[in-house]
């Protein structure tokens, strides 16, 4: 069967889960739509009508991407673990889901001054018409933390991660569903992580209340290595690829310690794979608590 050009630009890009385009034509409609529901609300102050069209375009990105993804893969990537620690003993947890039900808990501790150590599971089930899914992962780690001028927040981590993977694949015919492939290995993983934040929110004012709102990005870079595969019960070569991830998250405190948070990113794989390859991104929606931090340092040191 001979390939489209769209899957031919793909497999040189090395299965990267991006598209300018329609991620460009989402924008352009996520502003266009209810623009008086919007963007004209006279009641809201300026910070909220930001935080609004930003919430809107993401959600409208978060409606694409599933078809950006057609092309399954044995991977699915944990949203990356941000507690943006600042003090030891602070604590930071958080759990996470998606459109597809993969659920991530996530934790990290302070253990020194600048010393802190991050851990994630995740799992994932699905049956569904054409094909069921298993995904079982868990990662830590440990790196440096330090409080940056501008009330700013560094993080550096390094860690690794193993599980296991399971996909089935189904066909029917007069009604009858019936196994047509079954492909399982188990994974391993080594990964670099950079987070970077402000500790200083703006906030935005909705039905009398204050809602602090923060930004951040986080660059994540994995090693990935699928061993033990198995197609049909057969074993087969084993596969490995290098992921270069880069995510935005988005903070709204609701109240006290509690945040929603609201991660995005990209996902490119170096090299080219047919089992392991980038066409999970991350697109995760969850609640995260931090407790005993501090908001960061001041940019100059002010003399009397």
């Known amino acids: 069967m001979r390939k489209s050009e769209s899957e031919k630009t793909s497999n040189a890009r090395g299965n990267a889960i ?14 266009r739509l209810y623009p008086n529901r919007i963007v004209g609300l006279g009641t809201f102050n300026n910070n909220f009508r930001l935080v609004a069209n930003q919430f809107l375009r993401r959600l409208a990105l978060l409606a694409v991407l599933p078809g950006l993804g057609a092309c399954t893969s044995l991977y699915f990537p944990p949203p990356p673990n941000v507690p943006l620690l600042t003090q030891k003993g602070e604590f930071s947890g958080g759990i996470h889901t998606n459109l597809d039900n993969n659920l991530a808990i996530q934790g990290a ?36 933390f330090t409080r940056l001028p501008d009330k700013r927040a560094l993080e550096v981590y390094v860690g690794l991660g193993a599980g296991s993977t399971k996909r089935t694949d189904f066909k029917t ?18 990964f670099l992580q950079v987070n970077y934040s402000s500790k200083e929110k703006k906030s935005f004012h909705l039905f009398g209340n204050d809602f602090p709102v923060s930004y951040g990005t986080a660059l994540r870079l994995s090693y ?4 033990d595969l198995r197609v049909d019960g057969i074993a087969t070569t084993p596969e490995d690829n290098v992921f270069v991830e880069p995510i935005t998250f988005t903070r709204v405190q609701v109240a006290g310690p509690v945040q929603l948070q609201l991660i995005s990113g990209g996902m490119f794989g170096l090299r080219s794979q047919k089992y392991l390859k980038a066409s999970n991104s991350v697109f995760n ?4 608590v931090n407790i005993g ?12």
Do not use: C, M, W
């Open 18 to 31: 991006f598209a300018p385009q329609s991620y460009s034509y989402t924008v352009q409609l996520a502003s």
């Open 109 to 144: 501790y302070a253990v020194g001054e600048h010393i802190g150590a991050i851990g994630t599971f995740t799992t994932l089930n699905t049956d569904k018409k054409r094909k069921a899914e298993e995904h079982r992962f868990a990662e830590i780690g440990g790196g440096y």
């Open 173 to 190: 015919e007069n009604d009858i569903k019936t196994v047509e492939r079954t492909v399982e290995g188990d994974l391993n993983k080594y």
């Open 224 to 227: 990935l290595e699928l061993s």
């Open 285 to 288: 929606f969850g609640v995260v």
């Open 293 to 304: 931090g501090k908001a960061g340092r001041s940019s100059v040191n002010k003399q009397p």
